[in-house]
Structure formats: structure tokens, C-alpha cells
């Protein structure tokens, strides 16, 4: 395997701090900087996980992370709230609309996504949709789509 050098700026007190740390845990900074490169590899299609390990140390450097997805989500909350009002004026009435959870709404754009490849024919399409007996078969395209 080949080994290439990583330059790095990190606040000086920030690694005092760590390394002292992980001294007392008998791990040198290359050990963990191995260790999260590592881990993130092991974990190339469960991104969720890496997201989860990440997310409190990235708000501990750096709280304004925590702020900007609070201010996001409160502007995404802000934008699906003017929806109620834009159907009414449409005139469209919301209990006729297909509800849907968002695996559902995934599920839908994995398998239109695949249609447009042309990963599914015209002949297949009939036989894949979900809940359909082809559906075993189109939920892995959609697997190997989110996978890869």
C-alpha cells in the first residue's frame, strides 16, 4: 500500500488538548487519523453512520454548524408552511393528495431514476413496480443505485 502525507491546520490548543489525550489512550495522532479514515472506508455505504460518529465532534469545534442547520431546517419549515396556502388558492384540496413518507418519495425517485437509465425496459417496468412479484428484483437496482 502506498502512504501519502496529509498537511493539516488545526488550532494549536485544540491539538495539545487531543493529543493529550489520546497519549493517555496510547494512540499517536497518526493512529487516529488512521482510525477515522478507517472507519469511514468501512463505512463507504452506511454514510449515515459516518454522518452520526461525526456530528457531535463537528459541533464541538464549531458551533455554528449546529446553528446554520437549526437556521435551515427552520427556513425548510418556513417553505413547506406556504403550501397549504398555494394549494388553497389552486383550489386543490390536500386530503386528495397521495400522502407519502419520505422512504416512500425515495423509493419513487430510486425507481423513476432507474426507469430514465434504462436500467428497466418498457417491458420489465410493468413487472417491477413495487409491490408487483418484480419487485424483489427492482429494490436491488435501487440498492445497487444508492450503493454505487
Known amino acids: 500500500m502506498t502512504s501519502i502525507q496529509m498537511n493539516v491546520r488545526i488550532d494549536e490548543e485544540l491539538k495539545t488538548q ?6 493517555k489512550l496510547g494512540y499517536s495522532p497518526t493512529q487516529v487519523i488512521r482510525a477515522v479514515w478507517g472507519y469511514a472506508a468501512s463505512k463507504q455505504n452506511d454514510l449515515e453512520s459516518v454522518e452520526k460518529a461525526l456530528d457531535e465532534a463537528m459541533r464541538i469545534i464549531d458551533p455554528s454548524i449546529g446553528e446554520e442547520q437549526s437556521r435551515r431546517i427552520a427556513a425548510a419549515e418556513e417553505a413547506l408552511g406556504i403550501f397549504p396556502t398555494v394549494y388553497e388558492k ?3 384540496d390536500v386530503n386528495d393528495l397521495p400522502v407519502q413518507d419520505s422512504d416512500e418519495w425515495i423509493e419513487q425517485a430510486r425507481y423513476e431514476h432507474a426507469v430514465e437509465k434504462g436500467w428497466i425496459t418498457q417491458s420489465e417496468d410493468s413487472q417491477l413496480r413495487p409491490g408487483d412479484d418484480g419487485y424483489a428484483r427492482w429494490f436491488e437496482i435501487a440498492e445497487k443505485m444508492k450503493n454505487g
Open 90 to 92: 389552486l383550489g386543490i
Open 18 to 23: 487531543g493529543d493529550a489525550v489520546f497519549a
